[in-house]
């Protein structure tokens, strides 16, 4: 019989936001990945087809950490016709001395979506420009939210633009992030317009064909492009990536078989077996980041294991902090 | 928010157990398998050098069932100087037409074991004789006791010896599995004397190296292996799989890397490419099992994700039919 916790999705939005100790804490997580002591093994995927599903396994283990988290991301893309969410799931905490479960954190996805939005402004921080003040939202939904608040965080946002597929969505979002984080945030209709005038650009869509093309870039611009976690998917036109100055993968790994640089091998824009610093590296210092203002740089995230496991240790330190979460005896 | 039922090792104890329903809805599992529809992605493996440890992520979804499981085995093998088990861990069951999770099995590993001893059963029922009496189990833990129970439910097992590394262990097992099924168990020193005189051989250990050699065998003898499910644990001699005349993997791809197939590939005792009918062929019925009274034939199991799926849904109707469990609100 072993005592754990249980942490609902209510108690982790009490004690977990999108604040600057997940973004350090997830920036603590990439310092780990680029000293090369991390073990993080490749995703388990299944997919099951009948029901248009996919479901992730991502797991790290960081020493010098207390646990290390598993988490569980299924996606099933019927499920807004059944006025369910597509994503779901939970991480789970065990301890990195005897393996033993110490919390379940049913945060139906809620996690994912800070640390995901975190490792925006981990990117941000270490490659866009340090005066970078206007920023492009291509996408309308919550994780286009969250990258401008996540910018918002590490760098003097006073101007955003956002475009989507559908004007009505860029416009509510522009109208609810301008009041919120009091910025003139507009929507704007055409895309190239929207990315030519930006210092950062951030992509938040599921596309699976280039929504940002090579052309609309100008020196001096960072793109984090963090919607492509799966083979299929693609928002960046391949030339970008061979533009770019410094293309930066989460994990190098993961990128040529789900991120931007599959799509940008596979139409022959950058060699197959082109090697490129990762972000942990940038962090750590072991490998450059930005030069000079004049360079483009590239952030192609696909979400990794080691941001799980340092989010879930944050919001068990928290949840424990503020007396919040069930016990339960296995 | 999702209602997801949480049940503890006890709740699971209380409602499931090594019964012929368990077997029944393993070899149902394995049949699955055996008509090539069911998606079981390759096992998650991390190893936590620095804790003599290991966490291994298995799942399988088995279309027409209503939930697939993902299961978490941490396995920590300086566990016990600290009082614990080695390993431990939890099933996960999710809805297979929205992701959503459905319930925790806190199990402890309970179910693992069930659903290990369970395929044991299902390799003897059609590999070994009809007419098998005397068991032969090497070692004498869990498993051990485990596996003579599921050969019971089987073959009408009247006579079985056990031998260990530690003979005063074997003495026991024997002693408390005479008494529980009324059989005639003795221990016996010598593991060549114990495995030439048994219709029906398990192997239970966690060698690294052969406990049974190929020249201990008798014609008309069925071996099954389930020690091994990790690179570098071995129990059969190499030549005794050449020496077979049906050699069966629970999954081929698997025993290629972790079970008894691995070591008998690396011994250049079978070619790296040799193909064998898997025992879910064998149960559907696609592939034959034991063709003659006189055939030796080998079970290789190393514990696929299909026997978690199934065993988790047995157990979670059996717990909902006995008002089992707690109820969450994530």
Redesign the interface.
Known sequence: ??E?T?L???DLRRCVALDDQAVECVEDGFRALGTGTV?M????????R??N?E?D?K???V?GLPS?A?K?S???FD?PA?G?AS????M?L?C??????QA?L???GYLTDIRTAAAGAVAARHLARADASHACILGAGMQARMQLRALSLVRPIRRATFWARDPARADAAAREMGAELGIKATACADPATCVAQADVIVTTTPATRPILLADWLRPGQHVTAMGSDQHGKNELDPASLARADLYVPDRLSQTRALGELRSAVQSGALPADARFPELGDIVAGTAPGRATPEQITIADLTGTGVQDTVIAIHALRRARAQGLG?L???
Chains 1, 2 share one sequence.
Request: aromatic letters at 10%.
């Open positions: 019989m072993v754990i249980l609902s999705e209510a073990v093994p490749p995703i388990l995927s299944m997919a099951i009948e029901a599903g479901v396994v797991t790290a283990y020493p290390f598993i569980v299924p996606g099933f499920n059944l369910l994503t779901s799931g939970l789970m065990f990195a001395r005897t393996g033993q479960v379940l049913l945060d139906n069930t339960f005896n296995t």
